[in-house]
């Protein structure tokens, strides 16, 4: 991982930022770091107007979006060619699109999302990251008309049946639905039919002592 040079003001703690990219054995450029760094700057700065996050600490920005967005990172390579495509479902702030976007930027990210000062603000981080595999739809999932993905995920968007429903036009056959969720949703799994396997896998978030799983359900 390259070194910080300078002495640039960043928004986050730059030190516990490698550590936990280091710890969920990633690597990131120089570019990278600043990218994270910005966004969330951004994240932060344009919290109180668009109503992003419910985090308005510092700390708990690098924790509990940042580093538990980055900590799903290589379950995504696991599912994503390296050109691939992803829509995430209701976007909100951009987590986990926009980290995943910086972190692999051969692959097409996708972000819908239906409130439109969200959308806006989508948007604004693209321009702002110049992230040209970035692109935003201000829509809702179930009226977006596009070719279908590779991949498509949801951090805390709905349950995992209705987000099956509303997506499923979207997704490539044998594609994959990732669903970020904090307890192993036990009650959801049981409403998920016509799939070709389900299957959860726990995640860990470097500082962060809190549940994390990922829903994997193959298309039919």
Request: charged share 25%; hydrophobic share 40%.
């Amino acid at each position: 991982m390259d070194g910080i040079i300078g002495e640039m003001m960043f928004f986050l703690d730059q030190k516990r930022l490698q550590e936990g990219i280091k710890e969920l054995n990633l690597s990131a450029s120089e570019k990278q770091l600043q990218m994270l760094d910005k966004y969330s700057e951004l994240l932060f700065k344009w919290n109180k107007t668009y109503n992003l996050t419910a985090i308005t600490d510092k700390d708990d920005v690098l924790t509990h979006h940042i580093l538990d967005s980055l900590s799903v990172v290589n379950v995504f390579k696991n599912y994503l060619a390296p050109d691939g495509s992803m829509l995430d479902v209701g976007s909100g702030g951009g987590l986990p699109a926009i980290p995943i976007a910086i972190m692999l930027p051969n692959c097409r990210v996708s972000m819908v999302e239906t409130v439109g000062k969200k959308a806006a603000f989508l948007r604004q981080v693209t321009l702002s990251l110049k992230l040209t595999n970035v692109q935003v739809f201000h829509e809702r999932v179930e009226n977006l008309k596009h070719p279908p993905f590779d991949v498509i995920s949801s951090r805390a968007f709905s349950s995992l049946k209705n987000f099956i429903d509303l997506s499923k036009h979207l997704l490539k056959e044998d594609g994959y639905w990732l669903a970020l969720k904090g307890q192993k949703p036990e009650a959801e799994l049981k409403e998920i039919k016509n799939v070709v396997s389900i299957m959860v896998q726990e995640v860990k978030v470097p500082f962060l002592n809190e549940n994390r799983n990922i829903v994997i359900v193959r298309n039919e």
